[in-house]
């Protein structure tokens, strides 16, 4: 099975400030990527699908690169409301199998 | 609009058995996969199975695989997570999304679109 490990696991950062978050699949097969933020107390949201496609509603400060094995989520801009869990996610074969990182909670510096 | 509404927060003891349930609207129930997601308190997410309502196709984790039991039921558009004895150690939130499956030019990807609320579930004695 896939295991997609994220980097850091967590993170101090100031408002206004440029974010990355990593995720690195175990092996080679995972084409696309998508990414999820939660709050305390709420469900998961989409931001971003297949690598780099912003699900519609999600502001442009948030960015998805990568292939391959390593992937990356950018926030350009910290906001206030983005202080939250970050997930990455993968499901790239049939049946699906869904794979998640473990989470890199972003806090406020 | 498309929803996900889940049941509400249940309280059990161990060994007792509990069925949750998310209904679906605003989209074709059948033609998409749902899933079941857990989060523990102070861990991170982890996928325990989907359903085709379709056809009632089925997979799950490995790891869940055995220990529940994810149904549906297409005429009310609703999916269901079931557990026949329930554990301490299940205690948690638990999440259904949707599972949108997107054609690539070189493959297929899947990624959870939408989410039910949550349903917290305390087991304790």
């Known amino acids: 099975d896939i295991q997609m490990t994220q980097s850091p696991s967590s993170v101090s950062a100031s408002v206004g400030d440029r974010v990355t978050i990593t995720c690195r699949a175990s092996?080679?097969?995972?084409?696309?990527l998508a990414w999820l933020q939660q709050k305390p107390g709420k469900a998961p949201k989409l931001l971003i699908y297949?690598?780099?496609s912003l699900q519609s509603g999600v502001p442009s400060r948030f960015s998805g690169s990568g292939s391959g094995t390593d992937f990356t989520l950018t926030i350009s801009s910290l906001q206030p409301e983005d202080f939250a869990t970050y997930y990455c996610?993968?499901?790239?074969?049939?049946?699906?199998?869904?794979?998640f990182g473990q989470g890199t909670r972003l806090e406020i510096k | 609009e498309v929803q996900l509404v889940q049941s509400g927060a249940e309280v059990k003891k161990p060994g007792e058995s509990l069925k949750i349930s998310c209904e679906a609207s605003?989209?074709?129930?059948?033609?998409?996969?749902i899933g079941w997601v857990r989060r523990v308190p102070g861990k991170g997410l982890e996928w325990m199975g989907i359903?085709?309502?379709?056809?009632?196709?089925?997979n799950y984790n490995p790891s869940f695989q055995g220990q529940v039991t994810i149904s549906a039921d297409k005429s009310i558009s609703t999916a269901y997570l079931q557990w026949s004895s329930l554990k301490a150690s299940d205690t948690a939130n638990y999440y259904c999304?949707?599972?949108?499956?997107?054609?690539?030019?070189?493959?297929?990807?899947?990624?959870?679109?939408?989410w039910g609320q949550g349903t917290l579930v305390t087991v304790s004695s």
């Open positions: 359903i085709y309502p379709d056809d009632f196709d089925t």
């Open positions: 605003g989209y074709g129930f059948t033609n998409y996969w």
């Open positions: 297949a690598t780099s």
């Open positions: 996610q993968q499901a790239n074969s049939f049946p699906p199998v869904i794979t």
């Open positions: 999304a949707r599972l949108l499956k997107q054609y690539m030019e070189t493959g297929v990807t899947y990624f959870f679109d939408y």
């Open positions: 092996q080679g097969t995972s084409s696309w």
